[in-house]
């Protein structure tokens, strides 16, 4: 029961943390919801830590899982490709996730998960302080924003997350499954890339 007690304590002081490693060690034991029960790795984050885009995803896959690293697999690849297409690197973005370890057979987080790992994603935000955020998916989105609304419904805008700014688009996975909606996709990080370009050269 102490013990319990000391690492609850523990991943409270996430919120003191003043480094992404200093963040991801007090918070990669949590055991705060059910998912750590079939976690093999925490999905922290990767990237540039002082990135002025990061890219927002649902939560950890198989492959993710058991690399302890956002977007290694299949959708990862094409995240990657998507990335390149409007002249990015994954290395001077930082990509994360809703929720840092896989649900069960791939489902969607719940919401309760989501509630509690949320705040880990907001510290995140806080550190690397990025100027643009792109949410991949209904389910980041409508975390993120604080939303329950259909993709369509949300792409095409710029969304305020504090002051910063948040765009839309597909998941990589959805469109692994649905390849007509990558035109979609494309006007979507198009306007992304714009907003990035509109940026003043003290921003980025
Ligand atoms: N899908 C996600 O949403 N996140 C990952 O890290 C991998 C696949």
Same mark, same amino acid.
């Given at each position: 029961?102490?013990?319990?007690?000391?690492?609850? $304590?523990? +991943?409270?002081?996430? #919120?003191t943390?003043?480094?992404?490693?200093?963040?991801?060690?007090?918070?990669?034991?949590?055991?705060?919801?059910?998912?750590?029960?079939?976690?093999?790795?925490?999905?922290?984050?990767k990237g540039?830590?002082?990135?002025?885009?990061?890219?927002?995803?649902?939560?950890?896959?198989?492959?993710e899982?058991?690399?302890?690293? !956002?977007?290694?697999?299949?959708?990862?690849?094409?995240l990657?490709?998507?990335? #390149?297409?409007?002249?990015?690197?994954?290395?001077?973005?930082?990509?994360? $996730?809703?929720?840092?370890?896989?649900?069960?057979? $791939?489902?969607?987080?719940?919401?309760?998960? +989501?509630?509690?790992?949320?705040?880990?994603?907001?510290?995140? +935000?806080?550190? +690397?302080?990025?100027?643009?955020?792109?949410?991949?998916?209904?389910?980041?989105?409508?975390?993120?924003?604080?939303k329950?609304?259909?993709?369509?419904?949300?792409?095409?805008?710029?969304?305020?997350?504090?002051?910063? #700014?948040?765009?839309?688009?597909?998941h !990589?996975?959805?469109?692994?499954?649905? !390849?007509?909606?990558?035109?979609?996709?494309?006007?979507d990080?198009?306007?992304?890339?714009?907003?990035?370009?509109?940026? !003043?050269?003290?921003?980025?």
């Amino acid at each position: 029961n102490s013990e319990i007690k000391i690492m609850k $304590n523990q +991943i409270e002081l996430f #919120k003191t943390a003043k480094s992404l490693e200093e963040l991801n060690n007090t918070i990669c034991n949590c055991e705060k919801c059910d998912l750590h029960k079939g976690r093999n790795k925490f999905v922290f984050g990767k990237g540039n830590p002082n990135a002025v885009v990061m890219v927002i995803g649902e939560g950890p896959g198989a492959d993710e899982d058991a690399q302890g690293e !956002p977007f290694v697999g299949r959708a990862g690849q094409l995240l990657t490709d998507i990335l #390149k297409a409007i002249n990015f690197t994954r290395d001077e973005v930082y990509i994360a $996730n809703i929720v840092k370890c896989r649900p069960p057979a $791939n489902r969607a987080p719940l919401q309760s998960e +989501i509630d509690v790992c949320i705040q880990f994603l907001e510290k995140q +935000i806080e550190l +690397i302080s990025p100027k643009l955020i792109l949410c991949l998916g209904t389910t980041a989105a409508n975390a993120m924003l604080n939303k329950k609304e259909t993709l369509g419904n949300m792409r095409q805008n710029v969304f305020n997350y504090g002051a910063r #700014k948040v765009v839309v688009t597909y998941h !990589p996975a959805a469109l692994l499954r649905n !390849p007509n909606w990558k035109r979609d996709c494309w006007e979507d990080v198009q306007m992304f890339r714009k907003l990035y370009d509109e940026l !003043p050269s003290t921003e980025k």
